[in-house]
């Protein structure tokens, strides 16, 4: 992360688009993830430059790409464009495998792009950070999981009662049968009209 732009922590939390290097895939996919959660959106993830314009349409959301050097450079172009240009725009989550400069030395990632975001970047393999967002990422499961029991539990409880029969509540009682005619009357067919000819 470079020491005059964002921090990782303000990253993870605020609107700004951002690379974020190093580390395995599922590492980045897990921070992609949190960073929605903030904002209570469904995580949207590109695998193929083709999915790009759709993700690039939704405002609100948050699209991570696990490597952005696989979409190659006119999808990187294409986001470069959606950041200069689009002013309602998703959060980007661009993923790197490896270092940022290793990349820019390959001439796989843009330096057009990576000039964009220099000021928000996060490097999974920076000292200790990697040790910090596992146990950041262990304390949000287990309070996922009590939210996620908590909502089960309503639900049941909720359930139960609609089935209980709670002293003082209405029943519904089956309508009366009608008494079936005596004498005259018996002999008429069932549901044949009252003017009937006789």
Known sequence: MTSKGYREVELVCNRSSLLLHGGTEEERRSWAQEAARNF?????????AAE??????????????????????DAQFALLRCLQTQEERPKLVLGV??????????????DDLHYRLHQAQVDLQKDGLRE???????????QLAQQAAAARAAEEAARQAAIARLPG?????APRQKAKPVGGNASRAKGAPRNAAR
Do not use: M, N, Y
Not at 40 to 48: G, S, T
Not at 169 to 173: D, L, N, S, Y
């Open 132 to 142: 910090l967002l596992k146990h950041r990422w262990a304390q949000q499961a287990e």
């Open 169 to 173: 509540t209405v029943t519904r009682i």
């Open 40 to 48: 209570d959106v469904e995580l949207v993830e590109v695998r193929q």
């Open 52 to 73: 790009l314009p759709q993700a690039l349409r939704q405002p609100d959301g948050v699209v991570f790409i696990a490597d952005v050097a696989k979409l190659g450079r």
């Open 97 to 110: 495998s490896g270092s940022a400069d290793a990349a820019l030395a390959r001439g796989t990632l843009r």
